[in-house]
């Protein structure tokens, strides 16, 4: 580091452009006011991230949803006794599908750190707020018939660490 | 924490540290005005929050949050931005009081260093944080703060050799 010894004291030489008096004044106001919403915009938006875990449930839901369908669609079709299929209740599962689970990938294609926030219950603890958007794919197979479902839906998830200053 | 905070304090504070902030903040802003507005809101939430301004690690770290949230809050104002910045038009406010040549040239040259140097250099020469601290603002381990701005070093010298 002493090679740069010189270049740095002529750094420190360089002069950050001053502040100025419009700014001083503007935040002479802004600390006058009282502040009805000390942490809007800054903490972690609660109800934002609520709506992204209610996303991501009704994802799922859609999911189940669309594999319980795709299973009763391909499984064997009562032919002549529409009742059958309540008569016979087996598990579910590959027992009456003849579904078989083959793939389950998770692709993280972006992950943002969004950088340190104040956590929404105790105003006082830092955390280090960091986003994940994946894509979630599940497939099942049916081995006898070469049939195969896939599901595949996007997700979002906020993950807070706990950090510290030392 | 200081509790006992008073209107004078954060003039005396603002007025030692708002230069650095405001050449901070203009990493992520090419405009004089924007960079002024983050600071505002940064040290206003700050200030409320009476954190101890020897905790100015935190602080820089509130006006990267503000930034990252401006900018995520103005999606079509940054992409616009960045597209100025590709058409070379960065950074078209001067940064520097700058008083002879030489120092002209330098400033030039610290405004072409790549962001990611050019935060840790500011954040290092200008408001003399540690890499310690340089390395929790920007979620970095503090070998690569230290590598960084080894780099930027490097690059600023070899910049300037023509010219000594």
Redesign the interface.
């Given at each position: 580091?002493n090679?740069?010894s010189e270049?740095?004291t002529?750094?420190?030489?360089?002069?950050?452009?001053?502040?100025?008096d419009?700014?001083?004044a503007?935040?002479?106001c802004?600390?006058a006011q009282s502040?009805p919403t000390?942490t809007a915009?800054?903490l972690p938006r609660t109800a934002q991230r609520r709506n992204i875990w209610w996303s991501l449930g009704l994802g799922l839901t859609a999911a189940s949803a669309l594999v319980f369908i795709g299973l009763t669609f391909f499984a064997e079709p009562p032919r002549t006794q529409p009742a059958v299929v309540q008569k016979t209740p087996a598990p579910f599962g590959p027992g009456t599908s003849g579904f078989l689970p083959s793939a389950l990938t998770q692709v993280v294609y972006r992950q943002r750190?969004?950088?340190?926030?104040?956590s929404p219950n105790q105003?006082?603890r830092?955390l280090?707020r960091v986003r994940y958007q994946t894509r979630e794919t599940m497939q099942w197979r049916n081995p006898q018939t070469g049939a195969s479902l896939r599901v595949s839906y996007p997700a979002e998830q906020v993950v807070l660490t706990p950090?510290s200053?030392? | 924490m200081e509790s006992t905070l008073t209107d004078e304090d954060w003039k005396t504070c603002f007025a030692q540290l708002g230069p650095a902030l405001l050449l901070f903040a203009r990493r992520w802003t090419n405009s004089r005005a924007d960079a002024e507005d983050i600071v505002q809101d940064a040290f206003v939430r700050f200030w409320r929050r009476q954190h101890s301004i020897e905790n100015r690690a935190l602080l820089y770290a509130t006006v990267r949050s503000t930034a990252l949230d401006r900018l995520r809050s103005d999606q079509r104002r940054a992409r616009r931005e960045a597209a100025v910045a590709l058409d070379g038009a960065k950074h078209w406010e001067p940064q520097f009081t700058t008083l002879d040549e030489g120092q002209q040239m330098l400033a030039a040259a610290v405004e072409r260093l790549p962001d990611e140097q050019q935060e840790v250099v500011v954040l290092k020469i200008w408001n003399d944080l540690t890499f310690a601290e340089i390395a929790q603002i920007l979620a970095i381990s503090p070998n690569t703060a230290a590598s960084r701005y080894r780099y930027a070093l490097s690059a600023l010298k070899k910049a300037m050799q023509p010219y000594e």
């Amino acid at each position: 580091m002493n090679d740069f010894s010189e270049l740095e004291t002529e750094l420190r030489e360089l002069q950050p452009a001053p502040v100025s008096d419009e700014l001083f004044a503007r935040l002479e106001c802004a600390l006058a006011q009282s502040d009805p919403t000390p942490t809007a915009g800054f903490l972690p938006r609660t109800a934002q991230r609520r709506n992204i875990w209610w996303s991501l449930g009704l994802g799922l839901t859609a999911a189940s949803a669309l594999v319980f369908i795709g299973l009763t669609f391909f499984a064997e079709p009562p032919r002549t006794q529409p009742a059958v299929v309540q008569k016979t209740p087996a598990p579910f599962g590959p027992g009456t599908s003849g579904f078989l689970p083959s793939a389950l990938t998770q692709v993280v294609y972006r992950q943002r750190d969004e950088g340190l926030v104040f956590s929404p219950n105790q105003s006082e603890r830092l955390l280090r707020r960091v986003r994940y958007q994946t894509r979630e794919t599940m497939q099942w197979r049916n081995p006898q018939t070469g049939a195969s479902l896939r599901v595949s839906y996007p997700a979002e998830q906020v993950v807070l660490t706990p950090v510290s200053f030392q | 924490m200081e509790s006992t905070l008073t209107d004078e304090d954060w003039k005396t504070c603002f007025a030692q540290l708002g230069p650095a902030l405001l050449l901070f903040a203009r990493r992520w802003t090419n405009s004089r005005a924007d960079a002024e507005d983050i600071v505002q809101d940064a040290f206003v939430r700050f200030w409320r929050r009476q954190h101890s301004i020897e905790n100015r690690a935190l602080l820089y770290a509130t006006v990267r949050s503000t930034a990252l949230d401006r900018l995520r809050s103005d999606q079509r104002r940054a992409r616009r931005e960045a597209a100025v910045a590709l058409d070379g038009a960065k950074h078209w406010e001067p940064q520097f009081t700058t008083l002879d040549e030489g120092q002209q040239m330098l400033a030039a040259a610290v405004e072409r260093l790549p962001d990611e140097q050019q935060e840790v250099v500011v954040l290092k020469i200008w408001n003399d944080l540690t890499f310690a601290e340089i390395a929790q603002i920007l979620a970095i381990s503090p070998n690569t703060a230290a590598s960084r701005y080894r780099y930027a070093l490097s690059a600023l010298k070899k910049a300037m050799q023509p010219y000594e």
